[in-house]
């Protein structure tokens, strides 16, 4: 993934978890090995797509760095 594209996750959730009401994030799906865009909407130079946090070995891409980053500086959640 090239990291403009982490850094859109980062701006995205920067500014979606400042709102109070926001409480979750939701991805759908982790890896990149079973992301349904393959079948649905496949790349026209026929390589993988690769929207998903973890690589297609599970191992973490930018994308999780940049997730986790977002929640590492979010305050505590308090209920």
Known sequence: MRAEFA?????YLTAALA???V???LTWGLSDHYTW???FQPR???R???PLPLDEQLQRKRAWRAIA???DE???YDE
Request: hydrophobic share 40%; charged share 25%.
């Open 7 to 11: 850094e859109v996750y980062e701006a």
């Open 19 to 21: 709102e109070p009401s």
């Open 23 to 25: 409480i979750a994030v």
């Open 37 to 39: 865009l393959s079948r």
């Open 44 to 46: 026209s130079d026929g």
């Open 48 to 50: 993988s797509v690769r």
């Open 69 to 71: 980053s977002v929640f």
């Open 74 to 76: 979010m305050p505590e």
